[in-house]
């Protein structure tokens, strides 16, 4: 027997009715991807006849997991778009003057639906009805390169034909960002020289069981989600007792009206200096801020954050929307529908 070749991706395309497969339109290179057939999705049937069940049924069929990869500029994009829902296009004038993308949170109980392909070396897993549960964008001086892990959640999966390289439509001049790349704020004030990690973790609280109807083992309809959450994590060198302050909501320890609420933004810039991508939180409050020592190592302080939903935020065309996170993309892509 001769082992496969090494070959694995993702690609990805709109749907334009949920649950029917749609023709991909761009891919990347993947790390691992762990979206893939349910476990126990058939039901055993307990027997009064014995002590041991005699049959079974198949049950609802639906698939979970993420799949995770290096974000680039050109890509991250299209998965903040399909999870936040809100979006406006403002076309650039070309090249050096790019495309303004602004991808926001609404109210919204209808996500968009994608068709998700995963090429597994010799063969495609295919998850119609897909939609993004969850997104974690990670960047960690440790690590160096960027990382985001995107949480799905589809209906059924059908095999298909391994997908040429060629054909994947991997974003062609874009390289992984990383610390390099990236900015931070908080309260207004660079601190970037200070950041040692900052992940932003998004979730849609999607249960499966939405989509589940009379009439078909599997999701009809769409996934409903529930309520959004959007949570900071930020490793920060201790340079004196600002983001403490921010908690305790006064510089003499924990104020009657509780923690302060402040503007977080985190921005991840190409080397070119035309393309980026902003993510701003214009109402975040600081759940916690520990600052935890360890023999004589130096002093950091890993600090915590939920964005709460902000009134009339500002768009490039001065129209006001309610959001938690407004994200601010400059690319080449055309507009992202």
Aim: aromatic share 10%; charged share 20%; proline share 5%.
């Amino acid at each position: 027997m001769t082992a496969p070749d090494i070959f694995r991706y993702a690609r990805f395309g709109a749907e334009t009715t949920f649950h029917t497969v749609a023709n991909a339109t761009f891919g990347i290179e993947t790390t691992s991807n762990g979206l893939d057939s349910p476990e126990n999705q058939e039901i055993i049937i307990d027997s009064g006849c014995g002590r041991g069940p005699r049959t079974k049924v198949p049950g609802y069929y639906t698939c979970q997991g993420p799949i995770e990869y290096y974000p680039d500029i050109e890509t991250i994009g299209w998965f903040w778009r399909w999870f936040l829902t809100g979006y406006q296009y403002t076309a650039g004038d070309g090249t050096p003057d790019p495309n303004l993308h602004e991808i926001y949170g609404t109210s919204s109980g209808a996500l968009k639906s994608v068709t998700v392909r995963e090429g597994r070396d010799n063969w495609e897993q295919i998850f119609a009805g897909g939609m993004l549960n969850t997104i974690d964008l990670r960047v960690d001086t440790s690590a160096q390169l960027g990382s985001c892990s995107l949480g799905w959640i589809t209906g059924k999966d059908t095999p298909g034909a391994i997908c040429a390289e060629a054909d994947l439509n991997l974003p062609s001049d874009s390289l992984p960002l990383g610390f390099a790349e990236s900015q931070v704020w908080i309260d207004e004030e660079e601190n970037s020289a200070l950041m040692k990690s900052m992940v932003i973790s998004g979730t849609n609280n999607i249960a499966a069981e939405s989509a589940q109807r009379f009439n078909s083992l599997f999701p009809q309809g769409g996934f409903l989600p529930g309520k959004r959450g959007i949570n900071f994590a930020l490793r920060v060198v201790f340079e004196d007792r600002t983001h403490k302050n921010i908690f305790w909501g006064s510089d003499a320890g924990p104020a009657t009206t509780g923690s302060l609420e402040v503007p977080i933004s985190f921005k991840l810039s190409d080397p070119d200096g035309y393309r980026s991508i902003l993510f701003c939180a214009p109402r975040t409050l600081i759940r916690s801020v520990k600052s935890a020592t360890r023999g004589s190592d130096p002093l950091v302080q890993d600090i915590a954050g939920t964005a709460l939903i902000a009134n009339n935020v500002a768009l490039a065309d001065e129209s006001l929307v309610n959001t938690e996170l407004l994200v601010t993309l400059n690319n080449y892509q055309a507009t992202m529908i």
